[in-house]
């Protein structure tokens, strides 16, 4: 059966040729898409869990501040297992340029951020910067923070926080690979000194990040920990914060494109199983003699079924070629922009294909479900007929 299946497509070849570049072509778009959705939701959550924020915070219940230490990380850390535990003091402030002219504006409002880069390298990594202490005078600009305040790198600004003056020296003025309009009003020390500066603790913090599975065993271990920092705090998911609003725009782009190449793949299965049957049709006569040498029709419906998955399958393997030979040019090339169209639609200023095997695995299995229980009816009406009849239908 299956020797006559590969005799039976070699000589209609140029129809198992349309099948394949038609199954191929569907494959290969699929794949690329999917591919894409894959890449934007690991930019967001690269983003909302090393950039932003992590799966837990724990910050203080009124405006006060929490002590942090060596031996407080290490509380956290065995009392949920978490891979790592970050403290950060965010403050309100207002960055001016002293040297500047009239054309600028005097000020701007910004989101001081004293955090470790040397204990936060997903950070680090996002800002195009060392994974090391920032300098105790230094400090790191957002491009549009910079550019409003016509400061570049090696420039003195000078930073109003809490009542406190603080002269710093702009050490990079940084555009981050996956962007967020969070992002854009900060401006990053050194969190000890600035800790030291305005409250007159170098352990003082007001956010604790803690990298641990989001499930209520890590969350017990955390409101644990949490209750010997001496100060009343609080402990919320990533979800509960305002963090999950910069999952949405990723889950909407994702839900539209996986809806439209879906729906763009199934109308592709629906015709590649109309041009299988208008083929199977225009070879009746053929059906017609294999019936009359004595082919049940059990045999005939496995044999034509076993030619679609041959074909399918052949497809297949040229369309996930294509897209893997796609997305490792589109990564060779390193697309990337700064433009916030490209980076809102990309989740990032890098465009980065990285295919799973879910990728993979959905369109075969839709396409070979759905072409199977289409034409199965047909195959099964055209091989319960009687060869004469066939030979009526041709």
Not at 1 to 12: E, G, N, P, S, T
Not at 38 to 47: E, F, K, P, T, V
Not at 48 to 63: C, H, I, M, R, Y
Not at 262 to 274: A, E, K, N, P, R
Request: aromatic share 8%; hydrophobic share 50%; net charge negative.
């Amino acid at each position: 059966m299956i020797r006559l299946a590969l005799h039976d497509v070699v000589h209609y070849r140029r129809e198992a040729a349309g099948v394949v570049s038609q199954v191929a072509i569907g494959i290969a778009l699929f794949v690329i898409a999917l591919s894409f959705v894959g890449s934007i939701g690991q930019n967001a959550d690269r983003l909302v869990f090393g950039s932003v924020g992590a799966t837990w915070l724990v910050e203080p219940s009124a405006d006060a501040a929490l002590s942090f230490d060596a031996a407080t990380a290490q509380r956290f850390s065995s009392a949920s297992g978490a891979e790592s535990v970050r403290p950060r003091l965010q403050l309100t402030a207002n960055i001016s340029n002293p040297n500047g002219t009239s054309a600028r504006p005097e000020s701007a409002s910004v989101s001081l951020i004293g955090a470790d880069l040397s204990a936060e390298p997903q950070l680090a990594d996002n800002l195009g910067l060392p994974a090391e202490r920032i300098g105790t005078q230094h400090i790191e600009l957002h491009e549009k923070t910079a550019s409003r305040l016509g400061v570049t790198a090696g420039d003195e600004v000078s930073v109003s926080v809490a009542g406190v003056e603080i002269s710093y020296t702009v050490d990079d003025v940084v555009t981050p690979d996956i962007q967020s309009f969070l992002m854009e009003s900060w401006a990053i020390v050194d969190r000890v000194s600035l800790a030291e500066r305005v409250h007159g603790d170098p352990g003082s913090v007001n956010t604790i990040l803690v990298d641990a599975d989001d499930d209520e065993s890590a969350r017990a271990g955390i409101t644990a920990a949490a209750a010997e920092l001496g100060t009343p705090s609080t402990v919320s998911s990533w979800s509960e914060t305002s963090w999950s609003a910069l999952m949405l725009g990723p889950k909407i782009w994702g839900i539209l494109l996986v809806s439209i190449f879906t729906f763009t793949y199934v109308v592709i299965c629906i015709g590649l199983t109309s041009l299988i049957y208008s083929a199977m049709l225009s070879r009746v006569g053929d059906l017609a003699v294999l019936k009359a040498v004595g082919m049940r029709g059990g045999t005939l419906r496995r044999m034509y079924l076993a030619e679609v998955v041959a074909q399918f399958i052949v497809g297949y393997a040229v369309g996930a070629l294509l897209a893997v030979a796609t997305v490792a040019v589109v990564n060779f090339l390193e697309v990337s922009s700064t433009d916030s169209a490209f980076a809102f639609a990309v989740g990032s200023t890098k465009l980065h294909l990285d295919p799973s095997w879910w990728a993979f695995a959905a369109p075969f299995a839709i396409g070979i479900t759905l072409t199977g229980a289409v034409l199965w009816f047909p195959v099964h009406g055209v091989s319960k007929q009687p060869a004469l009849t066939l030979l009526e239908l041709r």
